[in-house]
């Protein structure tokens, strides 16, 4: 299926119930930071919580704290979440995908390496919901391609299951 196509399919329509993934968990901030190089201020998930190594999707989740200092600044009398901190959180969340499907695992053990990488392209993207003060994002993202020098995921953020925001990233592994 091409880029387009992918993105229009997946605008309204959930990538898949994390409810119902094999391995369900609650891997917190700590073991986020195992995976990602990124920390605060700019790591923008709260939890990991589903994984479907079949299928090569992460659900993860991220509470908007109202106290979030962006909110005072991107529409200060009314507050909305950046759709690039959307793209974001899609990416952050692929590459803690990256380490289970790389390792075929839904454990985080010991031995984890923090991957280089850096952001090559995003394809595509739709923003359907606004996001404010206090919501609850889930977000999922399901490896798309990938091989040893590049990754393309589609992710999803999504508020009370619905998405509202879809799209389409790729990454160079350095």
Do not use: W
């Given at each position: 299926?091409?880029?387009?196509?992918?993105?229009r399919?997946?605008?309204r329509?959930?990538?898949?119930?994390?409810?119902?993934?094999?391995?369900?968990?609650?891997?917190?901030?700590?073991?986020i930071?195992?995976?990602?190089?990124?920390?605060?201020?700019?790591?923008?998930?709260?939890?990991?919580?589903?994984?479907?190594?079949?299928?090569?999707?992460?659900?993860?989740?991220?509470?908007?704290?109202?106290?979030?200092p962006?909110?005072?600044?991107?529409?200060?009398?009314?507050?909305?979440?950046p759709?690039?901190?959307?793209?974001?959180?899609?990416?952050?969340?692929?590459?803690?995908?990256?380490?289970?499907?790389?390792?075929?695992?839904?454990?985080?053990?010991?031995?984890?390496?923090?991957?280089?990488?850096?952001?090559?392209?995003?394809?595509?993207?739709?923003?359907?919901?606004?996001?404010?003060?206090?919501?609850?994002?889930?977000?999922?993202?399901?490896?798309?391609?990938?091989?040893?020098?590049?990754?393309k995921?589609?992710?999803?953020v999504?508020?009370r299951?619905?998405?509202?925001?879809?799209?389409?990233?790729?990454?160079?592994?350095?």
């Amino acid at each position: 299926m091409d880029e387009s196509a992918l993105l229009r399919l997946y605008r309204r329509k959930v990538l898949a119930r994390p409810d119902t993934f094999p391995f369900q968990f609650e891997y917190t901030r700590f073991d986020i930071e195992r995976l990602i190089p990124h920390r605060d201020p700019f790591l923008f998930l709260d939890s990991l919580s589903a994984l479907d190594l079949e299928h090569a999707i992460l659900a993860g989740r991220k509470c908007l704290n109202p106290d979030l200092p962006l909110f005072a600044g991107h529409f200060p009398n009314y507050p909305v979440f950046p759709g690039s901190l959307q793209i974001e959180t899609i990416g952050q969340l692929g590459l803690c995908l990256h380490h289970f499907v790389g390792k075929n695992t839904h454990l985080i053990d010991g031995d984890v390496s923090l991957p280089d990488v850096r952001a090559t392209r995003v394809h595509g993207a739709y923003f359907r919901t606004e996001l404010r003060p206090g919501d609850d994002m889930v977000i999922l993202a399901r490896l798309v391609e990938h091989d040893a020098y590049l990754g393309k995921i589609l992710g999803q953020v999504t508020l009370r299951d619905e998405v509202a925001t879809v799209a389409l990233l790729e990454v160079a592994f350095l």
